[in-house]
């Protein structure tokens, strides 16, 4: 009877864990997309030096972001992510074409984060 008991608890400390992160992360998935919707909006009207600047700080929140996310979420889709971001300041002080369509891949891509990790029966098996 207590392996019953045991397997229950630990069952349901797994359910917990696994409900929590995915709280986490769509959370810390709604505060990243708010930050780069932010560069984005800032950009499209014109100023660059703040556009920088907030580029600068989304580095920097992206560094916190995948610190806090790095043991819920598998190791390359942040290593994708990353690179994205990487390219956002040489985009924005070269004014590049392309920014806009890094700021749509990064959009995905955190999207596609959430996806992978919400338990559906085609991630399961």
């Known amino acids: 009877m207590k392996r019953v008991k045991i397997a229950a608890i630990l069952i349901s400390a797994i359910l917990i864990y696994s409900i929590c992160s995915l709280f986490i992360l769509d959370d810390q998935n709604d505060k990243f997309k708010a930050r780069i919707e932010e560069v984005q909006r800032v950009y499209e009207s014109g100023d660059t030096e703040k556009a920088l600047e907030l580029s600068n700080e989304l580095n920097e929140y992206w560094h916190k972001y995948e610190k806090r996310v790095t043991m819920l979420v598998h190791d390359d889709a942040l290593a994708n992510v990353n690179i994205s971001i990487a390219k956002l300041t040489p985009f924005i002080s ?10 749509q891949s990064i959009y995905h891509q955190i999207d596609q984060i959430y996806e992978e990790e919400f338990p559906t029966w085609y991630n399961i098996l």
């Open 94 to 103: 070269n004014e590049n074409d392309e920014l806009i369509a890094e700021i």
